[in-house]
C-alpha cells in the first residue's frame, strides 16, 4: 500500500525526490500484530533496501536484488517466493505478492485470483517494462515504462475494469478496496469502492509528489511535504492526521498510517487495530528511511541509530 520512490528515475519531473539517504541499506524494524510471526521471524542483515507489509506477511528486498518473505503462509505466499537475485522491486498484497525481475517482468506468487471466475479479471502481464509494482486486497496493479496501469485480480467496485488510461502516469498505489494513481502534472486519479468518499473525495489540485491507498482511506503528500488524508474517518484515520510540512514517506495501512519525517522519524495515527501495538509500539528514534503500514503490522527500515 505504500507508494515506492525507488524507480523515479524514469520519470524526471521527480528526481529531485531521490536522495542517497533513501538509497541506503540497513534494518528491517517490525512492530504491531505477531500472529502468525510477521514481526518475532522478520530476517535480520543490514543489507535491506526496500519492505512491504501485507495482511499478515511481509516481504522485503535485499540490494542484492533477492526477496525474503515471512509470516502466514496459506497461500504459498512465503514458501513460494521466487529465488534469486536481481529484483527491481516486491510488493505484498492480502495473501500475495508481485514482483518486477532484472528483465523488468512481472512474477505473481501466492492465492490464486482466479479462483473465482465471476470476480477474476486480468492476466499477469508476461510482457517486459514494468518500473512499479503495488498489491492490493485481492487485486494488483503495475506501472508500465510507457506511463500506463496494468491491472489483475477481483475486479469488485471497477478495481480492474475501471483502471484509468493514458500513458501519464508516473505512481500506483493498490488499496484494500480502492487504488490510486499519480500523474505527471502532480494530480492524483482514484477508482474502485466509494462508500467513504475514497473516491469522490480525492483531492482535484496539483502539486502532490508521492500518494498510499490504506483500506478505505488514502494519502497524498505535497511538494512542500504536508499530508492530505480522505476517506474512511471512523477512527479518524483522516481528521487526525499530522498538520504539519517536512514529510518525505507516506504508508496506509488498515485503519493507521505512518509518515515518515525528514530527520527520519517515525509518525503514526488512526485506530490500532485489535490493540496490537501499530501505533502504541511505534519505534522511536531517527535514522529510518522507509516505512510499510500493513493490517496488523508494520515495517521500517533503520540506517542509524
Known amino acids: 500500500m505504500i507508494f515506492q520512490f525507488r524507480f523515479l528515475l524514469v520519470v524526471p519531473v521527480l528526481i529531485t525526490l531521490l536522495s542517497a539517504e533513501s ?9 504491531g500484530g505477531d500472529k502468525r510471526g510477521q ?54 498484497g492480502n495473501n ?32 517486459g517494462g514494468f518500473i512499479a509494482v503495488s498489491a492490493g486486497g485481492n ?32 505512481a500506483i498505489s493498490a488499496g484494500a478496496y480502492h487504488n490510486l494513481a499519480l500523474k505527471e502534472d502532480g494530480t492524483v486519479v482514484a477508482w474502485g469502492d466509494d462508500m467513504f468518499g ?28 504536508s499530508i492530505v488524508a480522505w476517506g474512511w474517518d471512523l477512527k479518524k484515520e ?25 530527520e527520519g522519524r517515525i509518525i503514526a495515527w488512526g485506530w490500532e487495530r485489535n490493540d496490537e501495538g501499530q501505533i502504541s509500539e511505534l519505534p522511536e528514534g531517527r535514522g529510518f528511511n522507509k516505512i510499510s503500514a500493513g493490517d496488523f503490522h508494520n515495517l521500517a527500515i533503520r540506517t542509524g541509530s
Do not use: M
Request: proline share 3%; glycine share 12%.
Open 198 to 225: 475514497s473516491v469522490e473525495d480525492t483531492p482535484a489540485e496539483s502539486g502532490y509528489i508521492a500518494i498510499s491507498a490504506g483500506s478505505r482511506h488514502s494519502l497524498a503528500l505535497r511538494e512542500d511535504g
Open 39 to 92: 514481526v518475532t521471524n522478520t530476517p535480520a542483515g543490514a543489507d535491506f533496501i526496500d519492505i512491504s507489509a501485507g495482511y499478515l506477511h511481509s516481504v522485503g528486498l535485499r540490494n542484492d536484488g533477492s526477496i525474503a518473505a515471512w509470516g502466514t503462509d496459506g497461500d504459498q505466499q512465503v514458501s513460494g517466493t521466487p529465488k534469486g537475485i536481481g529484483f527491481l522491486d516486491v510488493a505484498a
Open 238 to 262: 483522516v481528521s487526525s492526521a499530522p498538520k504539519e510540512k517536512g514529510f518525505v514517506a507516506i504508508s496506509g495501512g488498515y485503519s493507521h498510517s505512518l509518515a515518515l519525517t525528514e
Open 139 to 170: 487485486h494488483s496493479l503495475a506501472l508500465h515504462k510507457d506511463g500506463s496501469i496494468h491491472g489483475w485480480g477481483w475486479n469488485t467496485n471497477g478495481l480492474i475494469s475501471d483502471i484509468p488510461r493514458g500513458n501519464d502516469f508516473i
Open 96 to 127: 500475495h505478492n508481485v514482483a518486477i525481475t532484472k528483465d523488468s517482468t512481472i512474477v505473481y506468487w501466492g492465492w490464486d485470483y482466479t479462483v473465482n471466475e465471476r470476480y477474476a479479471r486480468g492476466r499477469v502481464p508476461k510482457e
Open 23 to 31: 538509497q541506503k541499506e540497513g534494518k528491517i524494524v517490525s512492530w
